[in-house]
């Protein structure tokens, strides 16, 4: 897993992707970032009973749950600038780039990943290679939230926590680039004037 940090960066990277023409940015930047964090709630049940990781990376960190917290966040927002499908697809890849950061990092317990494909498959995934430091903290389902908290602090969580805002700073500098050459290039088109036929005399 990744700090929210990093996963509220990768919020603000989807929510980056052509949004000027919207007269409701900033509501759709918070439900972004919202939900790029949202699959760590999963740690709520879990402290409330004292055990803060006995929930953690379960359904929570699926597609298929992905999917319907998305669909439920546009049935929200139905009445903000957007179709109802331009807006699930906006919320579902927020939600996604969760899992996504999640994958590409050190997992410290059994079961080893993410129920990826929740409810089709019960199995669990990782990918082969860690782009992330992930973080240390008591992960273990019994640790008490004082030793969970206590854990957050120390160098590696720094360490981990520099290496996503740098990833997520050159994802969303290569967003704004590519959306850059992508208006210039419209811009260019939209400039074109057509050659009138020369005027018989």
């Known amino acids: 897993m990744a700090t929210p940090i990093g996963h509220a960066l ?5 929510y980056s992707i052509n949004t000027e023409k919207r007269a409701d940015t900033w509501t759709l930047l918070w439900i972004c970032v919202f939900l790029a964090i949202a699959p760590d709630l999963d740690f709520a049940p879990g ?78 995934y990782l990918a082969p290679f860690s782009l992330f430091l992930g973080v ?11 030793n969970w908290v206590v854990a957050l602090f120390n160098l590696h969580n720094f360490e981990a926590m520099a290496l996503e805002v740098g990833i997520m700073l050159v994802v969303i500098s290569l967003v704004q680039y590519l959306q850059g050459l992508m208006r210039n290039a419209q811009l260019a088109s939209s400039e074109v004037i057509p050659t009138s036929s020369a005027e018989k005399p």
């Open 10 to 14: 990768a919020g603000y990277a989807v």
């Open 47 to 124: 402290l409330l009973l004292g055990q803060p990781a006995l929930y953690h990376q379960g359904v929570s960190h699926s597609l298929g749950f992905a999917g319907i917290v998305a669909f439920a966040a546009a049935l929200v927002c139905r009445r903000a600038q957007g179709t109802l499908g331009a807006n699930w697809v906006r919320f579902f890849a927020a939600y996604t780039s969760h899992l996504v950061i999640d994958m590409l990092g050190p997992d410290q317990r059994p079961p080893y990943g993410i129920p990826l494909f929740w409810p089709v498959s019960d199995g669990y």
């Open 136 to 146: 240390k903290h008591g992960g273990e389902s019994w640790a008490t939230p004082q």
